[in-house]
Nanobody
Framework: QVQLVESGGGLVQAGGSLRLSCAAS????????KGWYRQTPGNQRELVAG???????NYGDSVKGRFTISRDNAKNTVFLQMNSLKPEDSAVYYC???????????????WGQGTQVTVSS
């Protein structure tokens, strides 16, 4: 079964940078990256950066100008470059994508397992 595998999280000082990656494992026909979300304990998952159906990008207000989402369609991978990190960016980050296993199959919405980002002050 195809999974979204995330990497790149960790501990960083305020002002530092991290780059998250999310790749689809296994054989698929298509990979449609939806975006990155984050969640802290007791709070709902929130959109950090998204890719619209038209291929545009949108960002949460708190990360605009600091985070950049990008994708490599050939490698079925989506990235999140995070610069000028702040302690309030600390959260578990999840990637979201829709995949098709075959050309004729339905599209399945998948989530990554989550990667912890901790920003120290």
């Amino acid at each position: 079964q195809v999974q979204l595998v995330e990497s790149g999280g960790g501990l960083v000082q305020a002002g530092g940078s991290l780059r998250l990656s999310c790749a689809a494992s296994g054989s698929i026909f298509s990979f449609n990256a939806k975006g990155w979300y984050r969640q802290t304990p007791g709070n709902q998952r929130e959109l950090v950066a998204g890719i619209t159906s038209g291929g545009g990008f949108n960002y949460g207000d708190s990360v605009k100008g600091r985070f950049t989402i990008s994708r490599d369609n050939a490698k079925n991978t989506v990235f999140l470059q995070m610069n000028s990190l702040k302690p309030e960016d600390s959260a578990v980050y999840y990637c979201n994508a829709a995949v098709k296993y075959r050309a004729w199959s339905a599209e399945y919405n998948l989530w990554g397992q989550g990667t912890q980002v901790t920003v120290s002050s």
